[in-house]
């Protein structure tokens, strides 16, 4: 099993930056993906980033490409979310995933996809 805790939200005026974070326990193998979903009231859930804990590749959904980075501190067990040119759009509850089972590449529709290993979510608001 794997444990993930986000912290990090809050709120943040359009066109700023906020940095949220996650830190992963337990079987956190080398091989694990790690992901950042976001969900609003009403609508599904759907990945925003992704990164392999190994290779350190990366991967982003269109709506955030050039405005948000995923990275992480392997030693530490952490995968960060540094978002600038927020948007009230990007207003939402973000949530950290990981998935053990994708090997070297993740589903091309791994933004649709229901990693196995979730935290409780943070909450972002965008708002002036």
């Known amino acids: 099993n794997v444990q993930l805790v986000e912290s990090g939200g809050g709120s943040v005026q359009p066109g700023g930056s906020l940095r949220i974070s996650c830190v992963a326990s337990?079987?956190?193998?080398?091989?694990?993906?790690m992901a950042w979903f976001r969900q609003v009231p009403g609508k599904e859930r759907e990945g925003v980033a992704l990164?392999?804990?190994?290779?350190?590749?990366?991967a982003y959904a269109d709506s955030v490409k050039g405005r948000f980075i995923i990275s992480q501190d392997y030693a530490k067990k952490t995968v960060y979310l540094r978002m600038t040119s927020v948007k009230p759009e990007d207003t939402a509850m973000y949530f950290c995933?990981?998935?053990?089972?994708?090997?070297?590449?993740?589903?091309?529709?791994?933004?649709?996809?229901?990693?196995?290993?979730w935290g409780q979510g943070t909450q972002v608001t965008v708002s002036s």
């Open positions: 995933a990981a998935e053990p089972s994708w090997g070297a590449r993740p589903p091309s529709d791994w933004a649709t996809t229901r990693p196995t290993y």
């Open positions: 337990g079987d956190v193998g080398h091989n694990l993906w």
């Open positions: 990164i392999h804990r190994g290779a350190g590749q990366v």
